[in-house]
DNA sequence: CGGTGCCTTGATTTTCATCAACACCTGTGG
DNA sequence: CCACAGGTGTTGATGAAAATCAAGGCACCG
C-alpha cells in the first residue's frame, strides 16, 4: 500500500495561487490564531511563505540561524538531534497545524535541533522579527504559543522519565502509541500510523537498537497487536499496547 | 566538614527586616531585571514574598496549583518527577538567581514537578497574575525569561539524547560535572559539590542504581579523579572526568 | 536485474540491575 | 552516656536484559 498525497498536492505548486486558495478558515481552529478576526489572519498569512518539502528533505539544520519560525499545515516533522558521537536521537514529531523551529519566540538564534520531513509535508513560515510583531498585535498569539512550549516541555520530561525508569518494550510501546495518538487513521483492522517508520526511527526514539525494535514489533505481530509491513506500522490491538508501555492511570 | 550557611541566615527571619536588608544591587545583574531602574525593583521586590526553605522542603508539589513563581536567591533547588511506578526522576537543579516554577509563564494551571530544597535555601515569590503585569510593564522581563526557557528545553533534549545513547559511566560523569559547574566552590584539592548529594540522588539524574553509582565513585576514588564522603563529593581531576563523560570538543 | 535500503533472526557478549549482607555515621531518647 | 534506629555507603555474587556480532532475505527503484 502506498501513502497517498492528498488533492492538495499538485504536481505544480505556484505559492500565489496556492495562498490564493487556501481559506483563512483553515488557521481558525488553531490555537495561536484562534482568536483573531478574519481579517487579521489575512493579514498574517499574506507575510508567510508556504513551502513544500519531499520526504527526507531538511526544513533546517540543528545550529543553523534561526531566521524563520513555521507552522505545519500537512505532514509531519520529525526533530531530530544529533549527538557528538553521530548518533541520531529523535526529540519530537510535530503534527499537523503545530508551530515548529520557534527558536526566536525564545531568544535563541541557532535552532537546537534539525527538522526534517518525516513524509510530504507543506508548511508556512515567517521571518524571525515579525514575532514580536504578532506577539505584540494579535492578542492571544504569544500567550497561546507559550502554552505549547510549556507543553512540550512537559512532555519532554515525562519522556525523559520514561528513559531514566522504564524498560526498553515499554518505551517501544510507548514511543508507537505517541505516533498513533498524534497522526493515526483508521483503517480497516485497527489504526495506523499515517506516515514512514523504519525500526532505525523507532529505535532513535527510544534510545535503543533496530534489533531490538524489530525483535519486538515481530513477537507482537505474532501476539495480534500490531500488523507491520516495510515501513508501515498498522496497531490491532491498542488497549493492549497501553497495558505494555505501562501507562499511569 | 559540616555546611557552613552564610551569614544571611540568621536564627529568626523577619520578612520586612530582610526586605529593608536586602539591596536592590542583588538583582541588579540577574538578567531578568538587567534591564530595570533600581526604583523599578524596588516596586517588584516590595510585591514579593521571601522564605527560607530548609534542607529537603518542598517550595511546591508536581499537580498542585501554579498560583505562584519563584525567584532563587540562595542554595539549590531540586526538580523532581515522581514517575506512575514511584520512582523518582531528577529533572533539573536550579542555582541562585534563576527563576522556577515558572508554569504561570507558559499558561499552566499547575506545577509540571516537584521543587524541593536540597540544601537551606532563600527564594522570594510574586502571585501568578503578576506575570503578565511584569511582562508588559518592565522591558525585557519576558524576553530575558523566555530565553531561560529555552536554554532549560535545549538543555533537556541533551540531557535526553544522553540518556538515550551514553552509557552509565558517561552519564554519571556528567551528572557529577553539571553539578560542578553550577554551584562548584574551590577547595584545597578541587571543585567541591556544594550541596549534599547522595547516591540515590546521583542515579535519580542518571536513570541507574545507587548501587552501580557507588561502585564508579569507589573505582574513580581510586584512581584519584574524586574524593567523597558521606553525601559529600569533590572532583580533583575535572579534566579527566570531562573525556570520561564523553563531551562534545 | 542489480543495487540499496529495510527487515529478520540466531549466537554471543556486555552491561548493569538485582539480591544480599554488612559497615558506618549521625542524631535521638532512654 | 550509651543504645539504637534510620539513613547512607560498600561490595560480592548472580542473573536478566539488551547490545553487539553475524548472516541472510526481501522489497522497491532505477
Do not use: C
Not at 520526504?55 to 543553523?64: H, I, K, L, N, S
Not at 509531519?76 to 529523535?90: C, K, P, Y
Not at 508548511?123 to 515579525?130: E, G, K
Not at 506516515?195 to 531490538?212: A, W
Amino acid at each position: 500500500m502506498r501513502y497517498k498525497r492528498p488533492a492538495l498536492f499538485l504536481p505544480v505548486q505556484i505559492p500565489e495561487f496556492f495562498l490564493a486558495k487556501l481559506d483563512e478558515s483553515l488557521l481558525t481552529d488553531l490555537p495561536p490564531f484562534s482568536r483573531l478576526t478574519r481579517a487579521e489572519i489575512r493579514e498574517i498569512l499574506d507575510l508567510a511563505t508556504p513551502r513544500r518539502y519531499d520526504e527526507g528533505t531538511a526544513v533546517f539544520d540543528e545550529g543553523a540561524e534561526a531566521d524563520r519560525f513555521f507552522l505545519l499545515l500537512d505532514g509531519v516533522i520529525r526533530v531530530v538531534r544529533t549527538t557528538a558521537t553521530g548518533e541520531q536521537v529523535i526529540a519530537l514529531h510535530i503534527a499537523p497545524g503545530q508551530l515548529f523551529g520557534i527558536a526566536p519566540a525564545l531568544e535563541r538564534n541557532t535552532y537546537p535541533a534539525t527538522a526534517v520531513a518525516a513524509a510530504e509535508s507543506l508548511a508556512i513560515s515567517w521571518p524571525a522579527r515579525l514575532w514580536r510583531d504578532f506577539a505584540t498585535r494579535y492578542d492571544g498569539f504569544a500567550t497561546e504559543n507559550y502554552r505549547t512550549v510549556g507543553e512540550r516541555l512537559g512532555e519532554m520530561q515525562t519522556r525523559m522519565a520514561d528513559l531514566a525508569t522504564k524498560a526498553v518494550e515499554q518505551r517501544v510501546a510507548g514511543a508507537i502509541l505517541r505516533m498513533v495518538n498524534q497522526t493515526g487513521r483508521k483503517v480497516e483492522d485497527g489504526i495506523e500510523i499515517a506516515f514512514p517508520v523504519t525500526r532505525q526511527n523507532i529505535s532513535e526514539m527510544t534510545g535503543t537498537t533496530l534489533h531490538t525494535v524489530s525483535r519486538l514489533l515481530s513477537a507482537w505481530e505474532k501476539d495480534g497487536l500490531v500488523r507491520s509491513t516495510r515501513r508501515h506500522i498498522v496497531v490491532t490491538a491498542p488497549h493492549r499496547l497501553v497495558l505494555l508501555s505501562g501507562a499511569a492511570g
